[in-house]
């Protein structure tokens, strides 16, 4: 499998760029997520030229101005920074995801403290400088803090979203066509659904009627919706009632223990008793079997590779 290129504050794979020349080293990327993610490490801070070790800083409301500031001292670094976000942001288009470290000034994607000009927080809403720009420039892409992995359901939203949207991007980049992004759509229908059964009626809607409008601009419109809703956490209740779903398509296939045993994991998973790789097995080894065409490549039935073990969690 060819890694999908995504981007990492470069403490988190252990690099010596914080202030104070120490790193945050995430062994979860560094192990597991570096056997499927080409990591592109970046620190902004170093990269703007502030070296190891620096002078600590804030970020400083200043007016209607937010300046990058030292704490101590009247060094301001907004400028320094800014002209590298300029120069930077361009080279990281084929980025199919962005991993944050928190509580940056550059890097915090949230909850990051502003500060007024006496040193006193005025709020705690803020967002780094450079995760801000980021995420303003590549609305679509997914970008999350590592801290934020460490809850199941969050990281297995997360990687899901780089997966879908690597494939978003490798079709785009072959030039897309309206039977191509039909295929899309048909493969992702269950995830969608999943995720918000509103967006699936709506994108539904768009992708019947791809003659309304040039493909490219119903192409824009439609993954922007699309990875809005993939973004949003799944609830038991939404998958256990996709997974009853994907079982009508299986009715023919399944002997009717297996139907029993079946329902009885869907609602064992409801109930919070098993997670969601048990039914999610007997529904995979039912369409193994005996192959359901309509099932065939649904990314609902394996969105990322098994070896992450993200279903065992939730
Ligand atoms: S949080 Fe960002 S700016 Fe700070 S050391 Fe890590 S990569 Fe560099």
Redesign the pocket.
Known sequence: MQKIPVGI????LGEE???DGGH?HSPYCTKVLSNYFEFL??????QAGLGVPRPTIHLEQQGEALRLVEVKGDGDHTEAMNDWITATLDGLSHLRGYI??AK?P???MERIRIYDPQGQVLHRDGR?M?ASALMQRFPLMPVEEEGRLNDSHLRENFIERVFVYDEWMRLEAEGLTAAALVAFHTRHKFQLKAHSENAYRQLGQKIANLKTAPIGLIAEQYISAFMQAMARQIRRGSHAHVMQSMMGYLRDVLEPVEKQMLLEQIEAYRREEVPLIVPMTLLRMAQRRQPAAYLENQGYLSPYPDALGLRNRV
Request: charged fraction near 15%.
């Open positions: 504050s470069a403490c988190l760029v914080r202030y945050k490490p970046l620190c902004p801070e170093l944050l470290m940056s550059s890097c915090g780094g450079f």
